[in-house]
């Protein structure tokens, strides 16, 4: 017999985890001392819980398999509930362990610290951003709920919650019983794959969309041998930016509606036959459509349904729509599309002018050529549309649910999860939130390349509503805290001195390396400008009146 915390951590690494990120608390000491004896999975300790949340998050999304957060009960887990919140709603496999007060703490006459409303106020509010729950209170059913709550978040790519009292961490328990066989899409998995080549046959303008499940899933290398197959134009949603990087497959671009590439716009929009793998439908994809895509010209494949049309597969992985594609011959190749036009040459810029952020754009590509592999990190705003003109590698980002502070522990879970030096691309208000926790470096071993773009405030917000008077932010000298964090920090305003401190900073190794980009006053990227314009360019959606019943 083992305990439940062996067990625990027989299932996460059965399901892929390589690290636990934590904060320990009163209620979770039991836990954090059961973890550092196993020593399967290293434990890296952060500064907040938020800060877990995206750092777990981020190994999950970088290497494939679980991210794993280590909270105490109430003031622990319940601080991370927005990391988790976007982690289901980008779909990414989480896996939150708390920490909680033993059954003879409730039995007490006194309310507990950290208590909400009951014992379970906490799991209840968990229930609202994870696919599923499990309280880990009964050493007979422990192995059955933990291997079904992982083996959820593996299957669904959703965050998870469970709850460990602190008087049943050592508690003994059986093993995990073998993970099943996955069932055999079989026969809908077929009855789909069918209706996409149909469709495909039909159409003129054929192409395909590769959207965020694609990476979530590991399957890069299945669509990008089924694009070489099919023979058909191939785009990124925004979301899905850097998909398929690497493969040889050439990516036409990513789709932003009228406020990106024309070229691309006129390849989804004018498709009559559109392919969307793993590709989120919202706002952050779509809401600049010059066209609304019809559903009638579309193969439409995400989570576990295949929409063709008007007809629904219901229980087809992508996955499994992948395999039974591949097995069917592929549709005669429609005529190629008309060529793009070529670019306008780029305009030269001064050595010593004021940086702008295309300009920084501009830089980064330049100096990341020998570094074709090197993960994009970005948090939301400016710096996300300036990843999108650059040219395509790894992006990892919350393009969907744009919650601030993402980027630098999502970039440490990444590094520890893979070991691969990733870049960090983070506005001056987002690293506010989350930059001091670059402290944990040092002991790690980590190194990622942090750019801070500074524009003296939220510059999104500024570029959607320029009247705003809470968008200022105070001017912090971002590279003079390196130093006292244990890295190297450079602050530049210039191309020449971005050049320069981007080359150092690449050579540099062991210590994190922090480049404070001083942006010129009211700089935006190409593509926010004509994605701020759009927006206020677009009619506002119709929204019928829900009924209400008329009282008799």
Same mark, same amino acid.
């Given at each position: ?53 995206? =750092? ?45 007060? !033993?059954?003879? $703490? ?63 961490? %050592?508690?003994?328990? /059986? ?17 789909? +794959? ?8 039909? +159409? ?6 590769? /959207? ?8 890069? %290398? ?23 990087? !690497?493969?040889?497959?050439?990516? =036409? ?9 024309? &070229? ?7 498709? $009559? ?12 994809? &779509? ?74 754009? +501009? ?9 074709? !592999? ?10 996300? &549309?300036?990843? =999108?003109?650059?040219? *395509? ?11 601030? /502070?993402?980027?630098?522990?999502? =970039? ?23 930059? #001091? ?9 980590? %190194? ?11 510059? #999104?917000?500024?570029?959607? %509503? ?19 964090? !244990? ?30 980009? #001083? ?10 400008? +004509? ?19 008329? *009282?008799?």
């Amino acid at each position: 017999m083992t305990t439940i915390a062996e067990r625990l951590v027989d299932g996460l690494v059965r399901h892929g985890a390589r690290a636990v990120f934590g904060i320990p608390g009163d209620y979770a000491l039991p836990l954090f001392a059961a973890l550092e004896r196993d020593g399967r999975l290293p434990v890296h300790c952060l500064a907040h819980e938020p800060a877990l949340g995206f =750092a777990a998050d981020g190994a999950a999304r970088s290497a494939g398999g679980l991210g794993v957060a280590a909270v105490t009960y109430g003031a622990g887990a319940l601080n991370m509930v927005n990391a988790v919140a976007g982690a289901y709603a980008e779909r990414s496999p989480l896996v939150v362990v708390s920490g909680a007060p !033993g059954q003879r $703490d409730w039995a007490g006459p006194l309310a507990l610290h950290h208590q909400v409303k009951d014992a379970g106020s906490q799991l209840r509010i968990y229930r609202e951003v994870t696919a599923a729950q499990a309280v880990l209170d009964d050493p007979a059913t422990a192995p059955l709920l933990i291997a079904a709550t992982l083996r959820t978040a593996a299957e669904q790519s959703r965050p998870v919650y469970l709850e460990v009292p602190r008087d049943r961490v %050592d508690a003994p328990c /059986g093993l995990l019983p073998p993970s099943p066989e996955a069932e055999p899409d079989g026969a809908a998995a077929g009855a789909a +794959a069918q209706a996409v080549m149909a469709l495909l046959r039909r +159409a003129r303008r054929p192409a395909l969309m590769a /959207g965020v499940e694609v990476r979530r899933y590991g399957l890069e %290398d299945q669509v990008a041998q089924l694009a070489r197959r099919l023979g058909v134009p191939v785009v990124t949603s925004f979301m899905g930016q850097g998909v398929l990087a !690497g493969r040889d497959v050439p990516v =036409a671009g990513t789709y932003l509606g009228r406020a990106g590439d024309p &070229f691309v716009r006129e390849l989804v929009e004018e498709s $009559d036959g559109l392919l969307l793998l793993g590709v989120i439908l919202c706002d952050t994809n &779509f809401a600049l459509a010059a066209r609304p895509l019809d559903p009638a010209r579309c193969a439409h494949a995400l989570g576990r349904t295949v929409a063709v049309g008007g007809e629904r597969h219901e229980g087809v992985s992508l996955a499994a729509l992948l395999a039974a594609l591949e097995a069917l011959p592929a549709p005669v190749p429609a005529p190629p599309p008309r060529r793009r036009p070529p670019a306008p040459p780029s305009p030269s810029v001064a050595a010593d002018a004021p940086l702008t952020t295309d300009g920084l754009a +501009a830089a980064l590509d330049r100096a990341l050529a020998a570094y074709p !592999g090197m993960e994009l990190v970005s948090d939301v705003g400016d710096c996300l &549309f300036a990843a =999108a003109q650059m040219r *395509p590698r790894p992006v990892m980002a919350p393009a969907f649910y744009a919650g601030m /502070g993402f980027a630098v522990p999502a =970039a440490l879970g990444a590094q520890a999860a893979t070991g691969r030096r990733p870049l960090v691309l983070v506005g001056d208000g987002a690293f506010q939130m989350t930059g #001091m926790e670059l402290g944990a470096c040092a002991e790690a071993g980590w %190194d990622p390349l942090v750019v801070v773009l500074n524009n003296g405030g939220w510059g #999104m917000l500024k570029a959607i %509503d320029p009247a705003s008077r809470h968008v200022e932010r105070a001017g912090w000298d971002h590279a003079a805290m390196a130093g006292a964090l !244990g890295g190297d920090g450079y602050r530049v305003a210039t191309r020449r001195e971005l050049d320069a401190a981007l080359a150092l900073a690449l050579q540099r190794r062991g210590r994190f390396q922090l480049i404070e980009v #001083m942006l010129a006053p009211g700089s935006l990227s190409s593509t926010l400008a +004509a994605f701020t314009a759009g927006l206020r360019a677009a009619p506002a959606a119709a929204i019928p009146a829900r009924e209400v019943p008329v *009282p008799a």
